[in-house]
């Protein structure tokens, strides 16, 4: 809705009820404006259609793991000159551009690299991990890397293209991995299934060593409070237990403030089942 319909203090008194939202001078909305709505409400805004990249385009590819509320835009002929909170305007040639749901988006590998470009490591492999889950294909991300050759950061993400694996479930199983891949611990089978007495898959773990019948578990925030899926993971790891499995949680701290304590709490299982084995 452009704010022609109403007179300014319509506008105002709207907005400060709750009635309207402001999406971008001028342009407001009485739904709540989620990312889709923000960038289609950019037309009237910038007279062009914009073509969006970086995190914007991850988003609407379905691969996005930063949430980032940002909305970025390629504008490679310098048109849109606006300085709008919220909108970041990036010049980029060579970018190859797809149709998503009628709106114009860097093609799918190529966004995955690039935006992994501006990432850190550990963020960077979550973002291609999530790009392959959703079905890029790995060839197809190496060809991406490829043409953004001599760019910033890309060495980073060409260094990390042999680590990427589309079972990873969520960005922190992705980070998890490339701690223990650079700590030394040896590779882990991702999503490891385990069969019941009939031949049923029972669960699927993590992060798996089944010669050492050790396995370790992300253990996000997502259940903490939730009594019923508590006593579910209870179950489950006893369960496991009873088979001979030794579980080892893991949590975002243990990951990202206590890295080193993590990786030899692991390496000191693997040996201890070694010597046992």
């Given at each position: 809705m452009l704010r022609t319909e109403f007179t300014e203090a319509d506008i105002r008194r709207m907005v400060k009820h709750g009635v309207l939202h402001r999406i971008w001078h001028g342009v407001y909305t009485t739904a709540e404006p989620s990312l889709v709505l923000r960038l289609d409400a950019l037309v009237p805004v910038l007279g062009v259609r914009p073509i969006a990249c970086l995190g914007t385009a991850a988003q609407l590819h379905g691969f996005d793991v930063?949430?980032?509320?940002?909305?970025?835009?390629?504008?490679?002929?310098?048109?849109?000159?606006?300085?709008?909170?919220?909108?970041?305007?990036?010049?980029?040639?060579?970018?190859?551009?797809?149709?998503?749901?009628?709106?114009?988006?860097?093609?799918?590998a190529w966004t995955a690299v690039e935006f992994a470009r501006t990432l850190t490591r550990p963020r960077a492999l979550a973002t291609l991990d999530a790009a392959v889950r959703v079905g890029v294909s790995e060839s197809d991300l190496a060809a991406a890397a490829r043409c953004q050759a001599g760019r910033r950061g890309i060495v980073v993400v060409r260094d990390l293209l042999p680590l990427v694996d589309g079972r990873a479930e969520s960005p922190m199983e992705s980070e998890t991995r490339l701690l223990l891949l650079d700590g030394g611990v040896p590779t882990p089978e991702l999503q490891f299934a385990v069969f019941d007495d009939f031949g049923v898959v029972r669960f699927y773990l993590d992060f798996a060593w089944p010669a050492f019948m050790l396995a370790a578990e992300y253990d996000g925030d997502e259940h903490h409070g939730n009594a019923l899926a508590v006593r579910r993971d209870k179950a489950r790891v006893a369960w496991l237990q009873d088979r001979g499995w030794l579980i080892i949680p893991i949590t975002a701290d243990d990951v990202r403030r206590r890295p080193q304590q993590l990786l030899a709490r692991i390496l000191a299982h693997l040996a201890a089942r070694a010597a046992i084995a």
């Open positions: 930063q949430g980032g509320s940002a909305i970025h835009i390629i504008d490679p002929l310098q048109r849109c000159r606006h300085c709008l909170p919220g909108l970041h305007v990036h010049q980029r040639l060579g970018a190859p551009v797809v149709v998503v749901d009628g709106r114009h988006v860097t093609e799918p």
